[in-house]
């Protein structure tokens, strides 16, 4: 974090312009500080954001894998045809074999 990616709220409010340029060029967050000095908000380009979700979803989705993969190494896992079988049972459907 720089300095100059800290702003207050008055001072946001004046340069609105001139942060959203400042972010969307740089990529970095801008924080916005109350008069305590305490950060109220952060702001982000949308580029930035969408990047960060895309991230996240990843992270997550690696992390279920993972789970995932636990749970077959401790034998908590079904073969597929009788998982298939089990939820066609509980959607009351009737398969054809």
């Given at each position: 974090?720089?300095t100059?990616?800290?702003?207050?709220?008055?001072?946001h409010?004046?340069?609105?312009?001139?942060?959203?340029?400042?972010?969307?060029?740089?990529?970095?967050?801008?924080?916005?500080?109350?008069?305590?000095?305490?950060?109220?908000?952060?702001?982000?380009?949308?580029?930035?954001?969408?990047?960060?979700?895309?991230e996240l979803?990843?992270?997550?989705?690696?992390?279920?894998?993972?789970?995932?993969?636990?749970?077959?190494r401790?034998g908590?896992?079904?073969?597929?045809r009788?998982?298939v079988?089990?939820?066609?049972d509980?959607?009351?459907?009737?398969?054809?074999?």
């Amino acid at each position: 974090m720089r300095t100059e990616d800290i702003t207050s709220i008055t001072q946001h409010r004046d340069h609105l312009r001139d942060h959203l340029n400042q972010v969307r060029e740089t990529g970095r967050p801008m924080f916005i500080t109350n008069r305590g000095g305490e950060t109220e908000a952060v702001m982000l380009s949308a580029n930035r954001y969408d990047k960060m979700m895309e991230e996240l979803e990843l992270a997550r989705s690696l992390a279920m894998i993972d789970e995932s993969m636990k749970d077959v190494r401790a034998g908590r896992g079904k073969e597929l045809r009788q998982a298939v079988r089990d939820i066609a049972d509980e959607l009351g459907l009737t398969l054809d074999q």
